[in-house]
């Protein structure tokens, strides 16, 4: 895993997570963000139940950021976060 955090010249946090794990298909990456029952399973097996970045995405929004994943099957993922600067 790699996590970068730069601000560029629009002056937002931007926080760049990067993983090369199993990756997901469109159908599970277009649900991450959502409270769901989708049991996906990890590198090493373990299961996650989709409810962890839906959380990340609520506290995100509530300061007036954004958070956006890439990915597919076999590529790993990405996940780009950007806050405000008045928020950090």
Sequence with gaps: ????ATIPEDKKLQVVVED???GMDERIRKQLFTPNQIVCTGTQREKGMGIALF??????EKYNGSITARSAS???ATFTIQLPSHSI
Excluded: N, P, Q, S
């Design 1 to 4: 895993i790699t996590v970068e």
């Design 20 to 22: 090369h794990g199993v």
């Design 55 to 60: 959380l990340c995405k609520e506290f995100i």
């Design 74 to 76: 076999g590529e790993g």
